[in-house]
């Protein structure tokens, strides 16, 4: 099968499960665990934070993050295309009784800081109280412009706000900009970052940010169900991910950029967009349902859509693409 839904998919590598089997563990809910705690605090100290914490999800991790920051009746302002606003259940709401602001992202993923400004409610009982800017990078697989954060965090700070990354996919953006962990965490209080994407674990996400802020995030993750206890068999393998699967990342940019040349050349289909690991493609929508099953029974998997993101990943060789690339046009001859 090759496997373009997503970068989820990616089936832990022969070494990754030898790490885990020999993960030294103990009860992380005790703080016992020297495996989660040699991630937490390597992975703080890549990102240029104080602390870090291990959770089963990127979905805790952005919520135990955001109850950090926000009080019941609080606000966070989030670009309405943002996971954390969008494919998260409504967790912030639900479970979090923090108010979402959503704004439209611009193309390039930024919400832009006029919008921003003008949704800061002023200090009156008429309104939720604005605590929080939330981005997101990569958004839908985008790297958010440098100067952008710069800007954006610096703006927030200004005034009074805090800021939170959903940084799912920061290792793509570190490959893709040539740029450190910690300067892309920099502006921020807290950053959440996925291992269980192009990464390669099975689960698993760190949130870094201050001691006060950690403490607080742990606290709610427990109350979230997320204290787990021999974690360490986890965390082996992310600490194994960023040891041999960080630089791999670029081949999946690679293949992506591949693959979209590759469908370019089809003249009924068109590229969105193309950046790290992911391929946008607008598909005609009387072509989704036949292509989807033309594809599949070529052992090729797609979430299928007019709007369809392709995702590479390690589970994936240059072949493959061209085994994609090949299908594809033989739909459209
Ligand atoms: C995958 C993802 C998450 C977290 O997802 P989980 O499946 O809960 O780990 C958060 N944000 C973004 C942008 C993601 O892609």
Redesign the pocket.
């Known amino acids: 099968m090759i496997d373009l839904r997503s970068d989820?998919v990616t089936q832990p590598t022969a070494g990754m499960r030898k790490a885990m089997m020999e993960a030294p563990v103990g009860d992380d809910v005790f703080g016992d665990d020297p495996t989660v705690n040699r991630l937490q605090a390597i992975s703080a100290e890549r990102a240029g934070k104080e602390a870090g914490l291990f959770l089963p999800?990127?979905?805790?991790?952005?919520l135990a993050g955001l109850m950090a920051h926000c009080e019941r009746g609080d606000e966070y302002i989030v670009g309405q295309n943002?996971?954390?606003y969008k494919?998260?259940g409504g967790g912030a709401a639900v479970l979090g009784s923090i108010q979402p602001q959503p704004l439209a992202n611009a193309a390039d993923g930024t919400i832009p800081l006029d919008l921003v400004a003008a949704a800061i409610k002023p200090d009156d009982t008429h309104f939720a109280k604005t605590r929080l800017l939330a981005l997101?990078n990569?958004?839908g697989g985008k790297v958010l412009p440098a100067s952008y954060v710069a800007e954006a965090t610096s703006f927030a700070k200004s005034k009074g706000l805090a800021t939170h990354l959903?940084g799912?996919?920061i290792w793509n953006v570190m490959v893709a900009s040539n740029a450190s962990l910690a300067d892309l965490c920099g502006g921020f209080d807290t950053v959440?970052m996925?291992f269980?994407?192009g990464m390669g674990a099975p689960?698993g996400?760190v949130l870094v940010g201050s001691k006060e802020l950690i403490k607080r995030a742990a606290r709610w993750r427990k109350t979230l169900g997320g204290g787990m206890r021999q974690a360490g068999v986890l965390a082996a393998a992310c600490l194994y991910a960023l040891d041999h699967h960080l630089t791999r990342l670029r081949t999946d940019h690679e293949n992506a950029e591949k693959l979209a040349k590759g469908l370019g050349e089809i003249p009924a289909l068109k590229i969105t967009s193309q950046s790290t690991n992911m391929v946008f493609v607008a598909v005609p929508e009387k072509d989704c349902a036949p292509l989807a099953t033309f594809l599949k029974e070529r052992g090729i998997l797609t979430l299928m859509s007019p709007n369809l993101r392709l995702v590479t990943h390690g589970d994936m060789t240059v072949a493959d693409i061209d085994t994609a690339i090949a299908a594809f046009k033989a739909y459209f001859k």
């Open positions: 989820t999800t990127g979905t805790q991790s952005n943002a996971h954390t494919y998260e997101e990569t958004i959903d799912a996919r959440s996925c269980s994407k689960v996400s």
